[in-house]
């Protein structure tokens, strides 16, 4: 069946360098692709974070944008498109889902605090997700409290074919909260999909049984939303019972399972800026929320984004649920799978939502951990074919902060980010030869070691050296 969702309106251009000049910006940005211009990049595949392509509907959307500072038209459509996808009624918009991620999550841990009797404060709190996403473990740290994660053992084994490698654990999850007792825990936080596994879906079942295993204890349930359509689209393809429901059928059952959301509108919803943070009856909470979202962010009905950009994300998240859209969305990753794993390109399996996770450990199996082969291979990427792609493994993970040294990840990755509705099949097939080269070179291909190393999050600004 053909599964073409739209055509191109509006167009970049985009240039290849020669090999010596790509060598050359390599070197000059330190051999972090993180610093390279977007000018001198051929094929981006650095994130699927505010990259996608807008619509025409959204295009016009940005001209009906209401400006006022308080009460403007744009917040109405936007609760509307709220109300319809998600069934939340009390929302505020957000910069970014980490806006919505520091307004909540200080507020969950007052009111669990406040819930605990005077000589209890001491103890620890924590949230239990299956995994926290990075900017979301950084505001639970921030608050003073601990971030575990219980996602399903098979999603640490790229081989291992599993139809929802984001599940929750849920032996683990009432075994942690038995141990550390139910007034420790603020929350639980469903990641959909689950970003840091590779993109990798929860199914409804576990996204119920969670959500009783919570109400069981009381414990709220915070839906991290970035990528609920995708999350949607494999529940319907993957799961009985669910393949002849429409996505919205199946977003509104996710959204029963959560007794709020927090949302980057980067991802899924397609638009270049904007987050959410919705809850569905907690009125005493989302007073507190207004509050904190006046002092943050700014006034209730515009939450950090310009009229348009909410106009826009109204728009945006219709189009994210829309099943023409996701079939070609969710089809072209596959392809792009697909290509690869007939190449012999070591992928974590099945492939995700909105990106492709290669094994560079497997892939370049001389280079240590220590040396970095998922950010070898990244860097190879640019010199062999102007590819930009992102690290995820050791270089990312950085050093203990009690010893300083080195800590190996469970895998070595470099990944694949796929932009929605930006990029060609053609042009990822490019991608495919680009990579079939560099396996067969992949002995020739060096480590790296640090230049400068900076003391936090440092592979933004990190310095390398290949290792000769
Ligand atoms: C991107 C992302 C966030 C943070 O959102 P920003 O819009 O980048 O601030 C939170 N959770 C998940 C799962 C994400 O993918």
């Keep these: 069946m ?9 167009v970049e251009p985009i240039t290849l360098l020669s090999k010596s000049e790509r060598k050359r910006k390599l070197m000059e940005c330190g051999y972090n692709p993180f610093g390279l211009k977007s000018r001198d990049v051929y094929i981006d595949l650095h994130t699927d974070s505010g990259t996608g392509a807008l619509s025409q509907d959204q295009w016009a959307a940005l001209m009906l944008g209401d400006e006022a500072y308080s009460g403007s038209r744009s917040f109405d459509e936007l609760a509307k498109s709220v109300e319809t996808v998600f069934g939340y009624t009390k929302f505020i918009p957000t910069h970014q889902g980490r806006g919505a991620e520091k307004i909540l999550y200080p507020l969950l841990v007052k009111k669990l605090k406040e819930g605990r009797g005077h000589h209890q404060q001491d103890k620890k709190s924590v ?89 069981h204890y009381d414990i709220p349930v915070i839906i991290d939303s970035a990528r609920f359509a995708e999350n949607a689209y494999f529940i319907k393809q993957r799961e009985a019972g669910y393949g002849d429901k429409s996505i919205q059928t199946i977003v509104t059952e996710m959204y029963q399972y959560g007794d709020m959301m927090t949302l980057s509108a980067k991802k899924d919803p397609m638009v270049n800026i904007g987050g959410i943070l919705a809850i569905r009856d907690d009125m005493d909470l989302y007073r507190q929320v207004e509050m904190m979202c006046i002092v943050n962010e700014g006034f209730v009905s515009y939450g950090g984004l310009a009229g348009r950009d909410i106009q826009c994300l109204a728009v945006g998240l219709l189009e994210a649920v829309d099943e023409n859209y996701l079939r070609a969305r969710i089809r072209q990753v596959e392809h792009f799978g697909r290509l690869l794993k007939e190449a012999g390109i070591p992928i974590q399996t099945p ?27 990244a860097n190879e990427l640019y010199l062999e074919g102007g590819v930009r792609c ?65 003391a936090l999050l440092r592979h933004f600004l990190a310095r390398l050296l290949p290792i000769t």
């Design 127 to 215: 949230f239990i997700s299956n995994f926290h996403f990075d900017t979301t473990a950084a505001h639970v740290e921030l608050t003073g409290a601990l971030a575990l994660n219980c996602v399903i053992r098979e999603a640490y084994d790229t081989q291992t074919e599993h139809p929802f490698k984001g599940n929750m654990d849920t032996g683990k999850l009432k075994a942690e909260i038995n141990e550390r007792g139910a007034d420790c825990v603020a929350g639980i936080i469903m990641t959909v999909t689950c970003n840091s596994m590779g993109g990798q879906p929860v199914s409804m079942q576990n996204m119920k049984d969670v959500y009783e295993i919570a109400k």
């Design 390 to 454: 992102a690290e995820i493994g050791s270089f990312l993970l950085g050093r203990d902060p009690e010893t300083g040294e080195q800590k190996e990840s469970e895998c070595e990755l470099t990944r694949l980010a796929i932009p929605r509705r930006v990029y060609s099949n053609e042009q990822l097939e490019y991608v495919v030869d680009v990579l079939t080269r560099i396996k067969a070179k992949a002995e020739t291909i060096p480590g790296y070691d640090f230049e400068y190393e900076p």
């Design 351 to 377: 492939v995700g939502g909105h990106a492709i996770f290669i094994d560079a450990g497997a892939m370049l199996p001389h280079i240590p951990a220590h040396q970095f082969p998922g950010q070898a291979l």
């Design 2 to 10: 053909a599964d073409f969702a739209f055509k191109v309106k509006t």
